[in-house]
Nanobody, 122 residues
Framework: QVHLVESGGGSVEAGGSLRLSCQAS???????MAWFRQAPGKQREGVAA???????FYADSVKGRFTISQDKAKNTLYLQMNLLKSEDTAMYYC?????????????????WGQGTQVTVSS
């Protein structure tokens, strides 16, 4: 079992930055981890993912603005978000998988955090 807790969300003006953190505990061996987001009335979508064997992935909408990274010694996943836009407003979820699979497919991930809200005002 992997327990995930996100933090770092908040309200920011367009053009600003936030850094999300995801602290993992329990059985922390994970093959890949990702950030997903879900805006009201929309489906959950993959934002960024990282896997030892396959590297990183970013959704087109965040390329060049968001950076995913992890500190394995601290069992923590990060998402640095720069140049935020109003359309980035959503609940952001951390996810982890014990096996490698499609990086931004929801079904690949078995462990999910409770989410942290990001609100960007224009």
């Amino acid at each position: 079992q992997v327990h995930l807790v996100e933090s770092g969300g908040g309200s920011v003006e367009a053009g600003g930055s936030l850094r999300l953190s995801c602290q993992a505990s329990g059985t922390t061996h994970t093959a890949m981890m990702a950030w997903f987001r879900q805006a009201p009335g929309k489906q959950r979508e993959g934002v960024a993912a990282i896997a030892t064997l396959t590297g990183t992935f970013y959704a087109d909408s965040v390329k060049g603005r968001f950076t995913i990274s992890q500190d394995k010694a601290k069992n923590t996943l990060y998402l640095q978000m720069n140049l935020l836009k109003s359309e980035d407003t959503a609940m952001y979820y951390c996810a982890a998988a014990s096996q490698v699979g499609p990086l931004v497919q929801i079904g690949s991930y078995h462990y999910w955090g409770q989410g942290t809200q990001v609100t960007v005002s224009s």
